[in-house]
């Protein structure tokens, strides 16, 4: 029922003494989530509501065999943290750090990307698959968590963390269910960007549609977009809404020289909507509009 | 953040590119100084934006009275100094420079072998991309090589390899985000110089760069190159008043429907949507994480007294971090420290989530509509620009 995570997933938190980790260690606990072990190096031996806290990973991973890494640690630390918990061989790592230097970022991909490992963020509120766990903050308490989030088949990825529960919330509200919900994280530079999860949710038997939410800048869209041409059509229906025109109008908003190369294909909102909508994808006026057309093209294969 | 013009050509210099000979003037005066020293002389305006050229921040002098007015010209423009540079004889532009790219997730090295101000559009199909890694050593030989492979002659390869090197280290030591040399030209006698450069550093990075923020005094400096108003100065001055969430990133506009929004995607998706609904916003904003009632209300407060709406739209996403009802009573007093009715000001109040049953209850106190997640954005969207045309 879900992609990169299940209820089986054993959840480690780098950084589980802060404040805030505590906190979202509490509501993933209180949703259900296995949370085995914490790392906070030089607090070994404490416990976060009952967790046990290590020095290093290596001693967690061996005593816990988690298979998920939380980083929620100093933006400086972050290239440390991730780079001990690919070491240790943790397949998945959610990063929800935000403000990690680019080439910090840059640098630790490249080894999880050599490394086989799975990164989703930086700054991203985490990831849930509805009724089975939840990673991060994401949703908040677990009571306004199953408020917002229903289990079924609608995959969401979202590049705003925020507009990742508003999103769930509408489906909700529609009737109709969702399989996971990814806050990929709104830098530049991540793990996982929309193209990356639009195929995880496409090869998921029990995943029918996808709803993605977007900004401008980058070339994300672009790219799922080709994504979707080289394959003919999207092999799973897809829903998107792009946040933004607004920006197009304004004056100052500029990339670069190589900026513009990179992003070859145009950033802007409205260019984003045109080629997404060119590849197949249902591309959504109004946000409000979102669950009435998912609900118009899938009828009740996505009912909750 | 973007360095100024000089700045990036000092630390490209520094690592062994040749820039022309040229000073920093602050005035007229200081710029006639100079006169004499080259046969023709450049004067380029030290603007934190491109596009200088066409904006006619770039003039050309030869005598000292001449070089005395285009720096003066230059400085009523706006700019704080000019440089004034050697006019060289070019013979050859190119253009190299290095960035992340998002789809590789990597930095990499861009050379064209076209340079000028339309380089993105005249080198389409030319351009050579090389991966570099960010943290290892540079790898000139695989730059050289790259470079040899795009068709760059044996008498230039060393020279536009050694530059592309410099480029990389600065690009990696730098933290920096953009480092571009355009044009990289070809001056008779005195081989491959950099005529422009500019370097954009990653501000998330600076804490490890004490020595640039402290050389070229960046604590002080602006994200772009936009001059904040009085208003988004009083906004940003607000959102310092404590360290509690944020309620600032103003952004003033002309209209007449004052905004108080969600941060990030949401504030994108509600200004969009009263623009929709044929709205006229007065201003964009962010609020996120949990703002104290006393930042919200002086907020508010600023809005309402400074921007003079007809209305005020309380407008966010679902919210977990924030209490709605903390939001719901900084923007009551804020109203109230207007002298402005609750109850006639806020056209709509939609902050579903955290807090919200409590929010309603004091809301309906003062007359205020509220709304959870029953409506949409678009909808309250449409209800604050009713309203406010009422």
Known sequence: MSVLVGAGTRLLVQGITGREAANFTRECLDYGTQVVAGVTPGKGGEEVYRVPVFDTVEEAAAATHPDAALISVPPLGVLDAALEAIDARIPLLVIITERVPRRDVAALLTVAHAAGTTVVGPNSLGLIAPGACKLGSIGGPAADVRRAYTPGRVGVVSRSGGMTTEIASMLTRAGIGQSTCISVGGDSLIGTTLLDAYRLFAEDPDTEAVVTFSEPGGAQEHELAEFLEASGGPPTPLFCFVAGRFVDDMPGTRFGHAGTMVEAGGSTARAKIARLRAAGAHVADRLDELPVVVTAAMGTDVAA | ?390
């Open chain 2, 1 to 390: 953040m973007r360095l100024y013009e000089w700045e990036a050509k000092r630390l490209l210099a520094e690592r062994g590119v040749s820039v022309p000979d040229g000073a920093l003037a602050r005035s007229a005066g200081e710029a006639r100084v100079v006169a004499g020293r080259w046969d023709a002389t450049v004067l380029k305006a030290q603007v934190l934006r491109g596009g200088r050229m066409k904006a006619g921040l770039v003039q050309f002098a030869e005598d000292a009275d001449g070089i005395a007015e285009a720096a003066a010209s230059l400085l009523v423009a706006g700019a704080a100094q000019v440089l004034v540079e050697e006019r060289v004889p070019l013979r050859e532009e190119r253009f190299i420079g290095a960035l992340y790219d998002p789809r590789r997730r990597m930095p990499i090295l861009i050379y064209t072998p076209r340079g000028g101000i339309d380089v993105e559009q005249d080198s389409e199909g030319s351009v050579v991309r090389v991966e570099l890694d960010p943290h290892g050593p540079v790898e000139e030989f695989r730059l050289r090589a790259a470079l040899q492979r795009a068709g760059v002659p044996g008498s230039d390869l060393r020279a536009l390899s050694a530059i592309a090197a410099a480029v990389a280290r600065a690009f990696l030591e730098l933290d920096a985000t953009l480092v571009e040399i355009n044009p990289l030209a070809h001056v008779a006698g005195r081989g491959w110089m950099a005529l422009d450069a500019h370097i954009e550093l990653d501000g998330d990075a600076l804490v490890r760069h004490q020595d640039l923020v402290e050389r070229f005094d960046l604590a002080t400096r602006g994200h772009d190159g936009r001059v904040p108003t009085a208003v988004e100065r009083a906004a940003a001055e607000i959102d310092a008043l404590d360290h509690r969430g944020v309620a600032g990133r103003l952004v003033e506009f002309d209209g007449d429907v004052a905004l108080i929004i969600g941060g990030g995607g949401a504030s994108l998706t509600v200004f969009d949507a009263i623009r929709d609904a044929g709205g006229q916003p007065a201003n964009y904003c962010e609020v996120g994480g949990n703002p104290s009632v006393a930042k919200v209300s002086a907020f508010t407060q600023l809005l309402l007294e400074r921007l003079n709406p007809a209305r005020v739209a309380v407008v966010m996403n679902v919210v977990s971090n924030t209490r709605a009802d903390l939001i719901a009573r900084g923007v009551i007093e804020g109203c109230l420290a207007a002298g402005r009715a609750p109850g006639e000001t806020i056209a709509v109040f939609r902050v579903p989530g955290a807090w919200e049953a409590e929010s309603r209850e004091l809301l309906a106190h003062y007359g205020v509509r509220a709304f959870g997640r029953e409506i949409g954005v678009d909808a309250a969207a449409r209800m604050a620009t009713e309203a406010t045309a009422a």
